[in-house]
């Protein structure tokens, strides 16, 4: 076992009694689950039990759909806020916390205009400034390298794995506290996905980091702790060894062994 | 046993055979006559445009662009006709594209779905049906008389900017609709607001549909004659509109927009209905020189289309 | 089902009460917003505006005009001294000119578009769409150039005495003109319906013809008839062909081998004298405004019904 390392158990954020309803279907039901800074916590379970839905309340991506509505609190660390809460906004909340979609999502722009975006939104104009950003960006989503030829070619002609580290870039760019990522790796091969992963494990350094993925390899391999997800309600959470080893609960034991889903 | 050797025997027919030589030669008929029809209107086409060359073409010459109308044919120019197509053409673009790209964007990236953005939308749809002519006695009643902006060029421009309006709209939310929700989404997870995602994402990338939509229906009013002819378009004007400078400050005036005005469609039309031959030959060559226009517009519209389709590929 | 979490050791941090707030963007934001919605409401207020001045002036005229005369009276003379108000002369006239357009377009459309989507190759369709589409493209006050000039001499060798003022070469000139609408959007209409319904008749041994008019024609009568619908308005609201080619003298017959003023040629011709503001003469327009917007109303209405019966769910 690991020894217990202090920054493993500091509290990036936490969901408390969450539910969540798409118009009158309920999707999520009073999910209690913690997310530790500079740590992956995993978010497994079959299709369909709500582990989208579940990360995309952390950046308020329900409120650009009408007649979706939170119940209960999700907490962002240090400020103590509920994020969820009617009186915040949603644009503050995105402003610290990044995402990574299913399918890498670029904007037909150049590879610096996908990358500077995020900065140009929060006022940053500069050019020296930007240049910095998006090649401390670029490096940190291992990219550099391959575009720093190219920075004003279409973000359209990369690979579908270049797409996705750009995509992890431009969220970068905005130095969140907590990154998103619903199966960044769902749609790449595996050299792609391998690639991901290393990201992904090097960039908890500096930031929490929640996944969703549906290969028990991958989740055994890049993250700290996991959390098992069945019809909208939280199963199991704990760390993850501990979850592919040894869980407390039947139903997680049965779904991470490939017995069901 | 006995069926599928009926079968058998009746595939081998030359009952079957007769048949389906008479439904192949059948369909290969009727796919002439498509091919026809198609045929027919194409010429159709060609016969309009080889008509209006024949009597007009003759006709076009540097006088004939810089003449004012006259009494004589053979005199007469379109001078006012083709600056006031202009000057309308640029007070119509001024209205209906920031109120038809504003709307649009209102339906497509804000609206809640009530009923009142029912209402709206059941109106564009209709609207965009009612004739063309309806728009002129609106004008001229509300325009014209109700807000005494007279028979001027802010008038016209007004009443084709309200016509092509529900054009526009339509135009562009369909232009609007072809950018996927995924790089919304990338743009609101940065951060953005609406409004910047509309900005920096949404418009930019529906560029080449929403310019298509705007030179189309651009084209359209540049021909629309009818709702002009109802709020008092002059087919007689023998004096430039006031110019839009001015020697002193502000230097620019806008003395022009309340000046009587006349299009290319209504010189054309002026001319058509009157019975001298020499007149319907001034006809021809101004309906040329307005056919190359819409259709110069539409030729724009398409490569417009084609290049940004290129462009951008979801 | 209980949800397990194994207790983990945490460290909380100082608390901070709230995001901080950003007061002037969302200002800004809100700011936009109601622009882009006072935009939207532009298409109501013309709506409004459409109908108000209709309305007001029309009531003003029917005070003047018994609804009875207007409705039942065979003659059309609010000029003259003896002064009729009977608005079927126009009417009749209107029909007549719709009626030869559709007897071209619905048939012309319909093949054309059955062709483009059941058996031409994509690259023929891509080159003849547009070509089409500029039929639509050219001015009416052109296509009323060419229906004077060109069709009626044209038909006149036939019927040599066909007067030089006729509905047939008016109506005929705008079936051509609406081709494009009915074949574009029956096209549309019919390319979505889905490959399956084909294959499924072609595995029946179906040739591409029965296929066409017995599976996908059927299918995709709910888009085919919005077609027709959009067709019959253009035709009713047409003015500058029917202007030019038609005559202006309302005459209550349903003979388009005659000459005769419809709606809108009516409003026209009142529109180039010089009616004082506010006189019967004048308000006469805007009744028969109000009847073209009716009729127009009317179609649509019965289309909109004909297009629900017909919609088909895949
Ligand atoms: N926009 C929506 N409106 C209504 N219901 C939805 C919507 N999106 C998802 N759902 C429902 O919410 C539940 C959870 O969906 P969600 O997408 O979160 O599952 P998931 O765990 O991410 O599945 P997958 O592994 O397939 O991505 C499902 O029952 C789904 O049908
Ligand atoms: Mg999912």
Known sequence: MKALDVSQTVLKAESRGLNFFYGVAQALHGLTLPVYDRCVTALIGPSGCGKTTYLRCFNRMHDLYPGNRYEGAVILYPDRVNIVGAEVDPIEVRMRIGMVFQKPNPFPKSIYENVAYGMRIRGVSSKADLDMVVERALQEAALWGEVKDRLQASAMNLSGGQQQRLCIARALATSPELLLFDEPTSALDPTATSRIEELVTELKQKVAIVIVTHNMQQAARVSDHTAFMYEGRLVEFDRTEKMFTNPSVKLTEDYVTGRFG | MRLKNGIAKYIKSTALQRRIMRRKGLDRFFAFEGLFVMGVALLVLFALVGQLAADGAGRLSWQFLTSFPSRFPAQAGILTAWIGTLLVMLLTALTAIPLGIGAAIYLEEYAAKSWLTEVIEINIANLAGVPSIVYGLMALGLLVYELHLGQSFLTAGLTLGMLILPMVIIATREAIRSVPPAVREAAYALGATKWQTVRDHVLPYSMGGILTGMILALSRAVGETAPLITVGALSFIAFLPHPPWQGTFPFVSFEWLFDPFTVMPIQMFNWVSRPQEEFHVNAAAAGLILLAMSLAMNAVAIVIRARFRKRIHW | ?314
């Open chain 3, 1 to 314: 089902m209980e949800a397990h979490i194994a207790e983990i050791p945490v460290e909380k941090q100082a608390i901070r009460t709230s995001l901080s707030p950003r007061l002037v963007p969302r200002l800004k934001e809100k700011a936009i917003e109601l622009l882009l919605q006072l935009a939207a409401f532009t298409s109501v207020a013309i709506t409004l505006g459409i109908v108000g001045v209709l309305a007001y002036e029309s009531f003003h005229f029917f005070q003047q005009v018994s609804v009875v005369d207007f409705l039942t009276d065979r003659q059309w003379t609010p000029l003259f001294a003896d002064a009729h108000y009977g608005i079927l002369s126009l009417v009749s006239g209107t029909l007549v000119t719709t009626a030869v357009a559709l007897l071209v377009a619905i048939p012309m459309g319909s093949l054309i578009a059955i062709y483009l989507s059941e058996y031409a190759s994509r690259s023929l369709r891509e080159f003849v769409k547009p070509v089409l589409e500029l039929l639509s493209a050219v001015p009416t006050v052109v296509y009323g150039y060419f229906a004077l000039l060109f069709v009626t001499p044209a038909l006149k060798q036939i019927w040599s005495d066909l007067p030089g003022f006729n509905m047939l070469s008016a109506g005929l000139v705008i079936g051509f003109m609406i081709v494009p609408y009915v074949s574009s959007v029956s096209e549309d209409a019919m390319r979505a319906v889905p490959v399956y319904l084909r294959e499924g008749a072609f595995a029946l041994g179906a040739t591409r013809m029965q296929t066409a008019l017995r599976v996908v024609f059927p299918s995709a009568l709910s888009g085919i008839t919005a077609a027709y619908v959009l067709g019959v308005s253009r035709a009713i609201g047409e003015t500058m062909v029917v202007a030019i080619a038609a005559g202006m003298q309302p005459t209550l017959t349903l003979n388009p081998l005659e000459p005769a003023a419809t709606m809108t040629a009516y409003i026209v011709q009142v529109s180039l004298g010089d009616l004082p503001h506010g006189s019967v003469g004048y308000q006469t327009i805007f009744a028969t405004g109000l009847m073209l917007l009716l009729i127009t109303l009317l179609f649509n209405i019965a289309g909109h019904a004909l297009k629900k019966r017909y919609r088909q769910v895949y």
